[in-house]
């Protein structure tokens, strides 16, 4: 797609990101503690991540902590879906 500009800020990926943590440990049937004991992190990390109105910037290797917690790749957290049912 020559000639297609892309603007999407850091916000923009977080927002996904964040919701994407969400939906994967709500679908794995875990509390924010128990993926947060898993992932070697605390729970009010897990929450300031899920939280929209908190802009907790979240880095790579922590991302791979819970993608491992949650037995998952971590690319899935970066894609974006239609439709979020929270």
């Keep these: 797609m020559i000639g297609t500009l892309y603007i999407h800020t850091d916000e923009y990926y977080y ?5 994407n943590i969400k939906k994967y440990r709500i679908e794995k049937n ?3 503690q128990e993926l947060a004991d898993m992932a070697g992190i605390s729970r009010q990390y897990i929450t300031d991540i899920e939280n929209p109105n ?3 910037h979240v880095t790579i290797a922590i991302l791979g902590r ?3 917690a949650l037995d ?3 690319e ?3 894609r974006k879906y239609s439709i ?3």
Excluded at 15 to 19: A, L, P, Q, S
């Design 15 to 19: 927002e996904i990101v964040r919701k």
């Design 30 to 32: 875990f509390t924010q």
């Design 54 to 56: 908190r802009c907790k």
């Design 66 to 68: 819970i993608a491992d």
């Design 72 to 74: 998952m790749n971590i």
């Design 76 to 78: 899935l957290f970066f």
């Design 84 to 86: 979020f049912t929270w």
